[in-house]
C-alpha cells in the first residue's frame, strides 16, 4: 500500500513484518519527529477501534528508504499495514491502495493538507483507488477517474476492506461538513463604483484585468490606492478549469484551502504585510520540506504589496524571476522544488516616509523622498506595465461622482469581451493572456504597424524605454486594442502604454 508525500507528489510503500523479538513498533526509512510519534497514535487508534495490537516485534519499512519522511500522513497507511501483517486484514484488500490520512487517538482519520497533489501523485503512478479523510473526499474527487474511498474512522474503514456492513456509530463523532463561502462572496461587498473619481486609475485596473498586467499606484495616503487593488479581483472573470485545479492544488499543500470549498474557482487575493520575508514571498523552508509562498499563493490571482518601499532588502526583488518565469524555484543542497506562481503584481507606495494627506505638510527634503521610492528597484519597476500616480479626489468628485460611476459588474463585462478577444487571436499559443506573450513572439508575430510605432521608437532613441520595456508597451496597447474592439494596436494605443509605462501622462 501506499502513502502520499505532501509536497513533493512521492509515492511510499509502507510494509510491516512482525516477527519474534523485543515487543514494540519500530520505524525504518528516515522518518522524522512526527513520524515517530505515529507509533503512540497508530497503537492507541488500533485499540480504540476494537482490535488487538500484536504483542510482538513490530518492523515497519517506508520505501524508498533513502527519502526522508515527515508528518501524520502515513498513520492510516502504517495502521493498515500492521493489521494486514497480523492478518486482522485481508492482505488482498490492502494491495494496490493508497491511503491517507492522520489517525485521532479515539480511531477517527482526520483532514490533512495537500490532499489533492498526493492524489494527482497517485493517480499519474497508475493507481486507481485512494483511501482519503472523509473531510477530504470532495478535494480528492476532484482528480477524474479515480475511486475515492472516504473513511471518517479507522473501524469503518475495516469494515470496508473485510467486505462487512458498516458501523452504526459511523457518522455520530464527525464534524458536519459546512460549504465554505467562496473567495467571491467575501467580496461581495467591494464594487468600483465605492471608489470616487480616479478615472485614470480606474481606467488602469481595467487594462491590468484584461491583460493580467502588473500595475503599480503611488499617491499620499487616503487617495484610494488601497481601495482600488481591492477591487481589482472583482474585475477578474471564474478560473478556468485547469487553472482552478491548479490553484487549489497549491492551497491544499500550503494547508489554506478553506473546509469545505475543495475547489478555488475564483481568483486569489493575497496581500502580504510588509515585515513578510523572503522565504514568506517565494517560499521556503528547511530541507525538503518547502513550502510555497505569498507569490504561489496568489497564483493566477492578485498579489498585493501595499507600503512597498517598507519591505525589507531584497524581498521586492525576489519576485523578478518569478514576474519573467511564472514560477519560483527553490533550490536546497537536498533538491530543488518548483511552485507555479503567475500572478499579477499590485504595488502601492506613498511618496515620502513622511505619508503627509497634503503635499504642503510634507516635511520630507527631496533627497529623502528620492531614496524612499529607490527601495523598490528599478529592474523590479521596469518589469511593472502600468505606472500611475494618484491624487486626492476633488470635493466635487467626492459629492458627485456616485451617479456616474461605473460598477464592478459594467467594467467586469468589458474585461470579459476582451478576454475572449485575446483568446481567439491566442488560440493556437500556449498563453492565455497578453501579459503571457514572451518578447520574441511578441515582436515577431505581433507586432503593431510602423506607424503605429512612432512614439515607442522616439522613446527608443531617447533612450528613455529599454528593450524590457519595449515589450510591456506592446502588450499593453495589444490590451487596450483588445477592450477598444480593434483588430491591431493604432498609434494612439501604443501612446497610452508608453504613458503608463513610464507613469508620465500623455
Same mark, same amino acid.
Given at each position: 500500500?501506499g502513502?502520499?508525500s505532501?509536497?513533493?507528489?512521492?509515492?511510499t510503500?509502507?510494509?510491516a513484518a512482525?516477527?519474534?523479538g523485543v515487543?514494540?513498533l519500530?520505524?525504518?526509512?528516515?522518518?522524522?519527529?512526527?513520524?515517530?510519534?505515529a507509533?503512540d497514535?497508530?497503537?492507541?487508534a488500533?485499540?480504540?477501534?476494537?482490535?488487538?495490537?500484536?504483542?510482538?516485534?513490530v518492523?515497519?519499512?517506508?520505501?524508498?528508504?533513502?527519502?526522508?519522511?515527515?508528518?501524520?500522513?502515513f498513520?492510516?497507511?502504517?495502521?493498515?499495514?500492521?493489521?494486514?501483517?497480523?492478518?486482522?486484514?485481508?492482505?488482498k484488500?490492502?494491495?494496490?491502495?493508497?491511503?491517507?490520512?492522520?489517525?485521532?487517538?479515539?480511531?477517527?482519520?482526520?483532514?490533512?493538507?495537500?490532499?489533492?497533489?498526493?492524489?494527482?501523485?497517485?493517480?499519474?503512478a497508475?493507481?486507481?483507488?485512494?483511501?482519503?479523510?472523509?473531510?477530504?473526499?470532495?478535494?480528492?474527487?476532484?482528480?477524474?477517474?479515480?475511486?475515492?474511498?472516504?473513511?471518517?474512522?479507522?473501524?469503518?474503514?475495516?469494515?470496508?476492506?473485510?467486505?462487512?456492513?458498516?458501523?452504526?456509530?459511523e457518522?455520530?463523532d464527525?464534524?458536519?461538513?459546512?460549504?465554505?463561502?467562496?473567495?467571491?462572496?467575501?467580496?461581495?461587498?467591494?464594487d468600483?463604483?465605492?471608489v470616487?473619481?480616479?478615472?485614470?486609475a480606474?481606467?488602469?485596473?481595467?487594462?491590468?484585468?484584461?491583460?493580467?498586467?502588473?500595475?503599480?499606484?503611488s499617491?499620499?495616503?487616503?487617495?484610494?490606492?488601497?481601495?482600488?487593488?481591492?477591487?481589482?479581483?472583482?474585475?477578474?472573470?471564474p478560473?478556468?478549469?485547469?487553472?482552478?485545479?491548479?490553484?487549489?492544488?497549491?492551497?491544499?499543500?500550503a494547508?489554506?484551502?478553506?473546509p469545505?470549498q /475543495? =475547489?478555488?474557482? $475564483?481568483?486569489?487575493?493575497?496581500?502580504?504585510? @510588509?515585515? *513578510? !520575508? #523572503? %522565504?514568506?514571498?517565494?517560499?521556503?523552508?528547511?530541507?525538503?520540506?518547502?513550502?510555497?509562498?505569498?507569490?504561489s499563493l496568489?497564483?493566477?490571482?492578485i498579489?498585493?504589496?501595499d507600503?512597498?518601499?517598507?519591505?525589507?532588502?531584497?524581498?521586492?526583488?525576489?519576485?523578478?524571476?518569478?514576474?519573467?518565469?511564472?514560477?519560483?524555484?527553490?533550490?536546497?543542497?537536498?533538491?530543488?522544488?518548483?511552485?507555479p506562481?503567475?500572478?499579477?503584481?499590485?504595488?502601492?507606495?506613498?511618496?515620502?516616509?513622511?505619508?503627509?494627506?497634503?503635499?504642503?505638510?510634507?516635511?520630507?527634503?527631496?533627497?529623502?523622498?528620492?531614496?524612499y521610492?529607490?527601495?523598490?528597484?528599478? /529592474? =523590479?519597476?521596469? $518589469?511593472?506595465?502600468?505606472?500611475?500616480?494618484? @491624487?486626492? *479626489? !476633488? #470635493? %466635487?468628485?467626492?459629492?458627485?461622482?456616485?451617479?456616474?460611476?461605473?460598477?464592478?459588474?459594467?467594467?467586469?463585462?468589458?474585461?470579459?469581451?476582451?478576454?475572449?478577444?485575446?483568446?481567439?487571436?491566442?488560440?493556437?499559443?500556449?498563453?492565455r493572456?497578453?501579459?503571457?506573450i514572451?518578447?520574441?513572439?511578441?515582436?515577431?508575430?505581433?507586432?503593431?504597424?510602423?506607424e503605429?510605432?512612432?512614439?515607442?521608437?522616439?522613446a527608443?532613441?531617447?533612450?528613455?524605454?529599454?528593450?524590457?520595456?519595449?515589450?510591456?508597451?506592446?502588450?499593453?496597447?495589444?490590451?487596450i486594442?483588445d477592450?477598444?474592439?480593434?483588430?491591431?494596436?493604432?498609434?494612439?494605443?501604443?501612446?497610452?502604454?508608453?504613458?503608463?509605462?513610464?507613469?508620465?501622462?500623455?
Amino acid at each position: 500500500m501506499g502513502g502520499g508525500s505532501k509536497p513533493l507528489g512521492h509515492l511510499t510503500d509502507v510494509e510491516a513484518a512482525i516477527t519474534s523479538g523485543v515487543p514494540g513498533l519500530h520505524l525504518v526509512g528516515l522518518p522524522d519527529a512526527a513520524l515517530n510519534e505515529a507509533r503512540d497514535r497508530v497503537r492507541a487508534a488500533i485499540f480504540n477501534s476494537g482490535e488487538d495490537w500484536p504483542n510482538r516485534h513490530v518492523t515497519v519499512s517506508l520505501f524508498p528508504a533513502s527519502l526522508p519522511k515527515r508528518g501524520s500522513i502515513f498513520d492510516l497507511s502504517i495502521a493498515i499495514a500492521l493489521l494486514a501483517a497480523a492478518e486482522a486484514v485481508p492482505p488482498k484488500a490492502c494491495a494496490g491502495l493508497v491511503m491517507i490520512g492522520e489517525l485521532g487517538l479515539d480511531g477517527r482519520i482526520r483532514a490533512i493538507p495537500g490532499v489533492l497533489p498526493a492524489v494527482v501523485a497517485a493517480a499519474n503512478a497508475g493507481y486507481t483507488s485512494v483511501v482519503v479523510p472523509q473531510a477530504n473526499s470532495a478535494e480528492a474527487e476532484l482528480v477524474p477517474d479515480l475511486k475515492v474511498i472516504a473513511a471518517a474512522s479507522l473501524r469503518s474503514l475495516l469494515c470496508h476492506l473485510r467486505d462487512e456492513p458498516p458501523p452504526v456509530e459511523e457518522d455520530d463523532d464527525a464534524p458536519p461538513l459546512r460549504p465554505a463561502p467562496d473567495s467571491a462572496d467575501r467580496r461581495s461587498g467591494l464594487d468600483l463604483s465605492d471608489v470616487r473619481g480616479q478615472a485614470e486609475a480606474r481606467r488602469a485596473l481595467e487594462i491590468s484585468a484584461a491583460g493580467g498586467h502588473h500595475l503599480f499606484f503611488s499617491g499620499p495616503p487616503g487617495c484610494g490606492k488601497t481601495m482600488l487593488a481591492e477591487r481589482l479581483p472583482t474585475l477578474l472573470p471564474p478560473l478556468e478549469p485547469d487553472a482552478a485545479l491548479e490553484v487549489t492544488a497549491i492551497h491544499s499543500v500550503a494547508g489554506t484551502l478553506p473546509p469545505g470549498q /475543495p =475547489l478555488i474557482t $475564483r481568483s486569489p487575493f493575497c496581500a502580504p504585510h @510588509h515585515t *513578510a !520575508t #523572503r %522565504a514568506a514571498m517565494v517560499g521556503g523552508g528547511a530541507g525538503r520540506v518547502i513550502q510555497p509562498g505569498a507569490a504561489s499563493l496568489a497564483h493566477r490571482g492578485i498579489l498585493f504589496l501595499d507600503e512597498a518601499p517598507e519591505y525589507m532588502g531584497g524581498v521586492l526583488d525576489a519576485l523578478r524571476q518569478p514576474l519573467e518565469e511564472g514560477e519560483v524555484r527553490i533550490a536546497r543542497s537536498e533538491g530543488t522544488a518548483c511552485f507555479p506562481a503567475r500572478f499579477t503584481l499590485v504595488l502601492a507606495a506613498n511618496p515620502c516616509p513622511c505619508a503627509a494627506a497634503k503635499e504642503v505638510d510634507c516635511s520630507c527634503a527631496p533627497a529623502i523622498r528620492r531614496r524612499y521610492l529607490a527601495r523598490i528597484s528599478g /529592474p =523590479l519597476l521596469d $518589469r511593472i506595465d502600468l505606472k500611475l500616480e494618484l @491624487h486626492p *479626489a !476633488t #470635493r %466635487a468628485e467626492l459629492r458627485y461622482d456616485l451617479e456616474f460611476a461605473e460598477s464592478s459588474d459594467v467594467v467586469a463585462e468589458r474585461v470579459l469581451t476582451a478576454r475572449d478577444r485575446t483568446a481567439k487571436r491566442l488560440a493556437e499559443t500556449p498563453w492565455r493572456s497578453n501579459a503571457e506573450i514572451p518578447g520574441p513572439e511578441l515582436r515577431r508575430r505581433f507586432t503593431p504597424p510602423p506607424e503605429a510605432m512612432r512614439a515607442a521608437d522616439d522613446a527608443l532613441m531617447r533612450g528613455t524605454l529599454s528593450a524590457r520595456g519595449l515589450d510591456r508597451v506592446l502588450r499593453v496597447a495589444w490590451t487596450i486594442a483588445d477592450l477598444a474592439g480593434r483588430d491591431q494596436p493604432s498609434e494612439d494605443d501604443v501612446g497610452g502604454a508608453l504613458a503608463l509605462w513610464t507613469g508620465r501622462r500623455p
